[in-house]
């Protein structure tokens, strides 16, 4: 594959006119104020890499045919392979093929030689119908380039700096190839990649089996790395609620993967980054089980804190959640029953949450916004998204408003608990003033849980890239596929607040609908269809009805926990939190 240069983003008729496009849907502007039919705008990725395996076969072919025998050289005149032609018009080497077209830009350069680094070449050279495996790849790459992310930058190529073929380096390529075609499979809508996605899947799956069989292969970042890729594997492909399942195996086999590698797997750059971006999976998922957390996860969390001080609010908040989900185990094993006792461990939660958000530095303040009718366009420039109560937040990077939405969940849950727990001692008292105490911090549990779900739902336009003072995008940008990972856990607990056909329930299955298509996650659409099946932890009953049926929160149903993934920190603007 070539790169070919950045090609133009515009329509046909703005192209050809060389004027700038503003790329709108279902036409843009400068076609409808021309009063011409917009043509629409190419695929991206195609032409920034173009295949170029006849031009190589025609230029060997050539050189052959022209390499002097013994004897004296041949007087005729050279013979010189054609330009050829990139599909924006651009001129690319007429050279041998050792000279062939390097890309300008820097950042595809980059990705295109950590692409070709998996890529192992046939010996013979065959111009492949479809997509290639290192198409596949750039295009999974584009996905995750966002700076700090564990699956950009430099970390890729380093996790396969190791040239001896182990079983765990193929598992991950395997596992990365998976992933990669999957992936592009559903933006080309191509059965051939997505049959390549289960081969190379289940490929990995073997490799990764040999890999583990070896205590020292086990314990490579590879053999991490490539879990964790198998774990995305399911996001992408997990249509059926129960396929969810996928996930959780996937996510307790690094589990035990980070148990055994203790604390030492921190020493390394690329350890602790895989361990920042796999925790928040592990104790989201032991909360949807509600199972403990692992020891181990809590000790190495404690060294984090001394080797990376810049993530010491996201470690605090980890430390904070962990504790929820061991609420959750003894509520589970009948070891906490007394309402009063619940409520107090609640309490001290909520108290310790509060205290973290005091804590929090002006960095991670954001701004709440409100669509003005003057924006028409918002909609067509941004795949279909509108913000919920036309309000969306501002955050000073992807990173932080990630943070933020944990809190949000864990805030989310501790109010459930307290308040079936809440309603537990109404229906038990038989004093009046005292029963109008309780039902009075019932509806303050009830606020906040609202509260909490509504800020979800702002936060949604940013982390999908869809505001409208950013770059003008036809659909949803690829570069935000890891926010639309870390969105669905979020959304999910957003949208079975409220009872079925409320506004906000509405506006989270169509997000989730959206985000399945737009980014090709199968179990976005899987967790639209538990949101839409869930009778929601609040219902619409008067507060003072204490034959209300309460929703159990030990019962809660197992969505997708999306991936913890950090970034690196950006200067803070001057911003207020709203």
């Known amino acids: 594959m070539v790169y070919c240069g950045k090609p133009s983003k515009g329509c046909g008729n703005c192209r050809s006119r060389k004027i700038r496009c503003d790329q709108a849907r279902p036409a843009c502007a400068q076609c409808i104020r021309a009063k011409r039919e917009c043509p629409g705008y190419r695929d991206q990725l195609s032409l920034m890499f173009r295949d170029e395996s006849r031009s190589v076969i025609r230029k060997a072919t050539v050189e052959v045919g022209a390499s002097p025998s013994i004897g004296p050289k041949s007087k005729g ?15 690319g080497s007429n050279g041998p093929v050792g000279r062939a077209m390097r890309p300008r830009d820097p950042i595809h350069q980059s990705v295109d030689r950590r692409a070709s680094a998996f890529c192992s070449l046939s010996p013979e050279v065959q111009p492949p119908a479809e997509a290639s495996r290192e198409e596949a790849i750039c295009f999974f790459l584009r996905g995750n380039a966002i700076p700090g992310n564990v699956w950009a930058g430099e970390f890729v190529e380093r996790f396969m700096d190791d040239p001896s073929p182990t079983p765990s380096k193929r598992a991950m ?22 049959r390549l996605a289960q081969e190379e899947y289940v490929s990995a799956l073997n490799l990764l089996n040999t890999a583990l069989a070896d205590v020292k292969e086990a314990k490579t970042n590879q053999a991490l790395g490539a879990v964790i890729l198998l774990a995305i594997y399911e996001i992408i492909c997990s249509r059926a609620p129960k396929d969810i399942d996928q996930w959780t195996r996937h996510i307790t086999g690094a589990t035990a993967l980070l148990h055994l590698r203790g604390p030492d797997q921190l020493k390394t750059e690329i350890g602790l980054r895989l361990f920042l971006h796999l925790r ?11 199972a403990r957390v692992p020891r181990s ?22 430390m904070i959640i962990g504790r929820l989900a061991s609420l959750r185990a003894d509520l589970r094993e009948g070891i906490v029953t007394d309402s009063h006792e619940v409520l107090a461990i609640t309490s001290r939660l909520e108290a310790d949450l509060v205290a973290w958000l005091a804590t929090l530095p002006p960095e991670f303040n954001y701004q709440t916004e409100t669509v003005t009718p003057y924006d028409i366009l918002f909609q067509e420039r941004r795949g279909g998204l509108v913000p919920y109560d036309d309000q969306y937040h501002e955050y000073p990077n992807l990173w932080i408003s990630n943070t ?8 989310i849950i501790i109010n459930e608990i307290a308040l079936d727990h809440i309603r537990k001692l109404a229906l038990s008292s038989t004093n009046a003033s005292l029963s109008e105490e309780i039902w009075q911090q019932c509806k303050a549990q009830r606020i906040n849980i609202r509260r909490l779900a509504v800020d979800i739902c702002r936060s949604v336009p940013y982390i999908l890239g869809a505001l409208p003072n950013s770059r003008s995008h036809a659909a949803l940008p690829l570069e935000r596929f890891m926010g639309g990972l870390t969105v669905l856990w979020p959304l999910f607990l957003a949208g079975i607040v409220e009872r079925p056909n409320h506004a906000l329930r509405c506006w989270v299955i169509q997000c989730l ?6 980014f090709g996650f199968d179990q976005a659409l899987a967790t639209m269809d538990i949101v839409a099946a869930d009778a929601g932890i609040l219902r619409e009953v008067d507060d003072h009805n204490v034959a209300e049926e309460c929703p159990s929160p030990v019962s809660m149903g197992t969505p997708p926990i999306m991936p913890d993934v950090h970034y690196t920190q950006i200067p803070a603007s001057e911003e207020t939190i709203i």
């Open 280 to 290: 928040y999976q592990i104790v989201i998922s032991c909360i949807q089980r509600t």
């Open 173 to 194: 390529q395997s596992s990365l190839l998976a992933v990669s075609s999957a992936m592009l499979s559903r933006a080309r809508k191509k059965r051939s990649l997505q």
């Open 404 to 411: 933020w939405n944990q809190y949000r969940c864990t805030r």
């Open 513 to 518: 609908r959206l985000i399945g298509h737009s």
């Open 297 to 318: 996860l809590f000790d190495c969390t404690e060294h984090a804190i001394w080797l990376r001080p810049a993530e010491d609010k996201s470690n605090r908040l980890i």
């Open 77 to 91: 005149p050279t013979v010189r392979s054609p330009r050829t032609d990139c599909p924006d018009g651009k001129k």
